[in-house]
């Protein structure tokens, strides 16, 4: 069965520094993998994705994410936080009966 | 319309009455999806549509729940007879058929708090 596994529960990171949140999925083909955040009271919002190609993927608000096949692993980065990225991100992998499957999420908190 | 809309946006209720949540979503989607989304839980299926049909309710909790679409746009879903732990954010997302692997659009969520 596909599934996503996000080990970091909460990350705290001063602002300005950088953040990587890690993310592993076991799928038996090739996946397609997303990042989505999520602010306090709002929905989810689609940050990247990747399907194939170029194993580094760009996305919105300044963040990449990694793609690599050996280690099972879509890690999301960003190189300068800012406040305004303190919220919970989901990774997820597109299962081929339509669903996405999230990870547990990681909440990430900013510090001045 | 532009976004996928949901409503309530918070709704409070007393264990054991009925609630209904609604979701309109991206015009021209034919794929809808409702998740919840509990404290600890992370993010569970419940349902999806294809057009006006469902061909995976398996993610429904118990038969207290129920969702229908109609006019292959608005989509409600209903929960009879609450508990305190139907309490969770309810996601509802949308796609155009057979793109959902390009990822989801989801609405902001309707909070559900019963009481």
């Known amino acids: 069965a596909q599934s996503v596994t996000q080990p970091d529960i909460h990350i705290t990171v001063s602002e300005g520094a950088s953040l990587e949140l890690r993310c592993n999925y076991s799928y038996g083909a090739t996946p397609y993998l997303f990042w989505y955040v999520q602010s306090p009271g709002q929905g989810l919002q689609l940050l990247l994705k990747?399907?194939?190609?170029?194993?580094l993927v760009q996305g919105i608000k300044g963040f990449e994410a990694e793609f690599k096949r050996s280690q099972s692993s879509f890690n999301l980065r960003k190189p300068s936080v800012h406040w305004s990225d303190a919220a919970e991100y989901f990774c997820a992998v597109w299962r081929d009966d339509y669903k996405l499957s999230f990870g547990a999420g990681t909440t990430v908190t900013v510090r001045a | 319309g532009a976004g996928v809309s949901q409503s309530p946006s918070n709704k409070v209720t007393e264990k054991g009455k009925d609630v209904e949540l609604r979701c309109d979503p991206i015009s021209g989607h034919t794929a809808l999806y409702w998740y919840r989304q509990s404290l600890g839980q992370g993010l569970e299926f419940l349902i999806y549509f294809q057009g006006n049909s469902a061909p995976d309710k398996s993610g429904l909790p118990s038969d207290r729940f129920s969702a229908e679409r109609t006019g292959g746009s608005v989509s409600t879903l209903t929960i009879q007879r609450t508990q305190q732990e139907d309490s969770a954010v309810y996601l509802c997302?949308?796609?155009?058929?057979?793109?959902?692997?390009?990822?989801?659009?989801f609405g902001s969520g309707t909070r559900l708090t019963v009481v």
């Open positions: 997302a949308s796609s155009f058929e057979g793109q959902g692997g390009y990822g989801y659009t």
């Open positions: 990747y399907f194939s190609g170029d194993t």
